[in-house]
């Protein structure tokens, strides 16, 4: 008798490089699932690619506590991947057709997002600076803040004012408000973003028991390190000292008593907070989530836990029944597969133009409307920052619906931030688009 396997649940990645057209127009500009669909058949029959070009998605090794191998199997989509599992068919007096798994499935099961090349990060609009080199954790159910269905991301933060904010970096200002930061020669600047759900530093918590710390001040000499659990009780305390001033120190959890990924039990004890206190009145704290000791962090770039149910119904892959959610109606149509999105937004870069030949670049009339021309070291700077996408990208007159193409970054490209600013920069030759300045 042939297996049967059915889905369990779908995980789309979503990131906006791959899926904004050049006209800046995007997948999340609709809320209508019938045109987001459509969207990506679009892409997907014009050969543009996805996410799925940086990464691979990985079960634990057969034994795992997450996955009793052969239970459960990840097959790779457009842009993601389905969970599946063996299954046993049973079919209602109504026609429908609905499954059990086939095997007792563990209580979550975990997928690694592993990067297969390095590129992933200099499309990602996520901090470039950052304390902690950890990975992004994505889960079903709540840790700190409450989701909103079909998110895996835990949602940026309010925004909290007097904050270093870093360019392209999103904060909350009211229901339904995000907006990303940068800045001008006016100062601070936020501009207000379509859609929601997207990755945000919240998410970025996995690390393993072992880990680099980054002070973001070069006064450091004395440091402490206090882990405190879900429930903010103590759980260790690392110190820290030095005879000359440090950027960087070694923290070590592994002999810590502390719950790590392949714990079971209540997901969110798996959530630590870390707080650190050090000389010069520094003091930050971080939300932590530890990688079994086992596991090589190496290419980690992610985690995703799905827990079988979940407090908001919307969440959980199987029903009230112990049935997959997934299901064939009367009319031999499948139904009711959970889809959950996991949204990254662009790369929010200031494109700068260089002269090939180290010559101060003027604007011309087809750059005037985009370009300025006040850098000292004769470069032409975008009036404000842009996304970086995977189709060339257009600049948009100031007005009608016509469109100025100048050249785009190059891909895999590097990044200088200066002075709070993150910078594309662009060689280009001397041209009527790009004349030198006499």
């Known amino acids: 008798m042939p297996v049967i396997y059915k889905t369990l649940a779908e995980v789309r990645l979503l990131h906006e490089y791959y899926l904004m057209d050049s006209d800046g127009s995007s997948f999340f500009d609709s809320t209508d699932p019938v045109l987001q669909q459509e969207f990506l058949l679009k892409r997907f029959e014009k050969d543009i690619p996805s996410i799925n070009e940086h990464l691979d998605y990985v079960l634990p090794a057969s034994g795992s506590l997450h996955r009793p191998s052969p239970f459960v199997i990840v097959i790779p989509s457009y842009t993601g991947f389905r969970i599946l599992t063996p299954v046993i068919e049973k079919k209602n007096t109504d026609g429908t057709i609905v499954y059990t798994p086939r095997h007792t499935l563990p209580n979550s099961i975990s997928i690694r997002m592993n990067a297969k090349t390095p590129g992933l990060n200099g499309i990602t609009n996520l901090r470039m600076q950052r304390n902690i080199s950890s990975a992004l954790y994505f889960s079903n159910y709540d840790l700190a803040t409450e989701k909103s269905f079909p998110f895996l991301s835990a949602g940026p933060g309010p925004h909290v004012p007097g904050s270093a904010y870093e360019q392209g970096e999103l904060a909350a200002f009211g229901t339904n408000d995000i907006r990303q930061f940068f800045m001008t020669d006016l100062g601070f600047q936020w501009r207000s973003v379509t859609g929601n759900g997207f990755v945000s530093e919240n998410d970025r918590m996995l690390l393993p028991l072992k880990f680099t710390y980054h002070f973001n001040t070069d006064n450091i000499t004395t440091a402490r390190f206090h882990l405190k659990s879900s429930n903010g009780s103590p759980v260790k305390t ?16 592994s002999s810590a008593p502390v719950k790590t990924t392949d714990s079971q039990g209540i997901p969110a004890e798996l959530v630590y907070l870390l707080e650190v206190e050090a000389n010069d009145g520094y003091s930050q704290s971080h939300r932590l989530i530890f990688l079994e000791d086992s ?65 101060k670049l003027g604007v011309s009339g087809l750059t005037r409307d985009f370009l300025d021309d006040t850098d000292r070291a004769g470069r032409l700077v975008s009036k404000s920052p842009k996304e970086l996408t995977y189709l060339p990208g257009l600049f948009k007159k100031p007005a009608g619906n016509d469109f100025q193409h100048l050249p785009n970054p190059v891909r895999n490209g590097m990044f200088l931030n200066e002075n709070g600013r993150i910078y594309s920069d662009i060689i280009v030759p001397e041209s009527s688009l790009f004349p030198v300045r006499p």
């Open 238 to 253: 690392v110190e820290f000292s030095s005879t000359t001033p440090a950027k960087n120190c070694m923290v070590d959890f």
């Open 295 to 359: 596991v090589d962090f190496g290419d980690t770039w992610g985690m995703m836990n799905l827990q079988l149910t979940a407090t908001n119904s919307d969440f959980s892959i199987l029903d009230n029944e112990g049935y997959l959610k997934t299901r064939k109606n009367a009319g031999g149509y499948t139904v009711g597969t959970p889809v959950f999105d996991i949204r990254l937004k662009s790369k929010f870069t200031y494109w700068r133009y260089t002269n090939n030949r180290r010559r």
